[in-house]
């Protein structure tokens, strides 16, 4: 039986089969010689073989216990961070087995783990490289562009072509940025400066910013909140998080719609609504639209990419947050994320 490759089981069964015989043989030799109080003794010795064969279970079992607890505490350092805690599996046996199957899987849990580590430098480090080799010549065709368009003024042909392409050349240098944002955030080279910020003046950041090109689209920006609530964040990137939100719904809202940032608390949570009353999202993409580079079959709009949903989505988890999405199809859309209220214990 594979039981007694185990030394310490072959051990304790030896034992307790060496305390039996001997009872037995004890028992034997009382009743051969007609031992006066032959009963009693053999009673004594019975209850002597009991104490021996619970006193061999409980050594064996401590021992066992304390191999598992052991086991257990090496497995917890390696959940913790600790990659080189091995189990020590220098026996043989059922339990050994097992302790060495675990560290196998460690091994290859570790292997795996540095694999993805080296994968995504790789990647992060190739997309940092193609995206800063592509801001020289984009600010060169910049250059170029304005050129032209200086030149081309009494050419409206020419002149409505150069805008065309400032358009696009806008769109590559917003999606340079943006695959640059994600990549940080995916190597986790983020250094987060977290202060107390009031949301109010936050979302009026971002107002400013989009207030232009909504006069010009014939839209309009509400803000809608108390004035006093704070949030602990990083302020750079909750604005580039909302900011996205705001020109997803500056996309896909028509003229003399508006779009309405608003802001509120609860018990333990600051939650901010972007919310806009323009095509909405079809039901078919409502669990896709958080994936990078995803482009609905439906949507009208060719301008995304698809990367603004899944940057602020990045930015919103990476402060513990949670952003939801819900809409009906032709009435808007709304994007609700939540965070939770730090606590002192």
């Not at 279970?57 to 257990?72: K, L």
């Not at 590559?172 to 955030?185: A, D, F, M, P």
């Not at 839209?219 to 909140?225: A, D, F, N, P, Y």
Request: with cysteine; glycine share 6%; net charge negative.
């Amino acid at each position: 039986m594979n039981i007694f490759v185990n030394r310490k089981i072959k051990y304790l069964f030896v034992g307790i089969l060496s305390c039996i015989l001997a009872f037995i043989l004890i028992s034997a030799l009382l009743a051969g010689l007609q031992v006066r109080n032959a009963l009693s003794y053999t009673i004594i010795c019975g209850v002597g073989m009991g104490a021996a064969i619970l006193t061999l279970c409980y050594r064996y079992f401590r021992e066992q216990h304390n191999i598992m607890e052991h086991a257990v505490s090496q497995i917890k350092g390696y959940i913790s961070g600790t990659k080189e805690d091995a189990i020590e599996c220098n026996d043989e046996g059922e339990l050994y087995r097992l302790f060495h199957e675990v560290n196998a899987l460690v091994s290859i849990l570790n292997a795996h783990a540095e694999n993805e580590k080296n994968a995504k430098k790789f990647l992060q480090n190739t997309i940092s490289d193609i995206s800063h080799q592509l801001k020289t010549p984009l600010a060169a065709l910049n250059i170029y562009n304005g050129i032209i368009q200086d030149e081309s003024k009494e050419l409206p042909a020419i002149q409505e072509f150069s805008l065309l392409s400032e358009h696009e050349l806008d769109r590559i240098e917003s999606l340079v940025q943006n695959l640059l944002k994600l990549t940080k955030l995916d190597a986790g080279m983020v250094i987060w400066e977290k202060s107390w910020e009031n949301v109010s003046e936050l979302a009026e950041n971002v107002k400013q910013h989009f207030c232009f090109r909504a006069q010009q689209e014939g839209k309009e920006i509400i803000l809608s909140g108390d004035g006093d609530i704070t949030l602990f964040c990083d302020r750079t990137w909750i604005i580039e998080a909302v900011s996205n939100l705001v020109k997803n719904a500056l996309d896909h809202t028509e003229k003399g719609g508006s779009v309405c940032i608003q802001w509120r608390t609860f018990a333990s949570v600051v939650q901010i609504t972007v919310r806009d009353n323009g095509r909405g999202i079809h039901p078919e993409d409502l669990h896709h639209i958080f994936k990078r580079f995803y482009r609905s079959r439906f949507s009208k709009d060719k301008q995304g990419i698809g990367l603004g949903l899944p940057l602020a989505k990045a930015i919103v988890e990476a402060h513990n947050g949670t952003i939801e999405a819900d809409s009906t199809s032709g009435r808007g859309a709304s994007f609700t994320m939540n965070f939770l209220i730090p606590t002192k214990l």
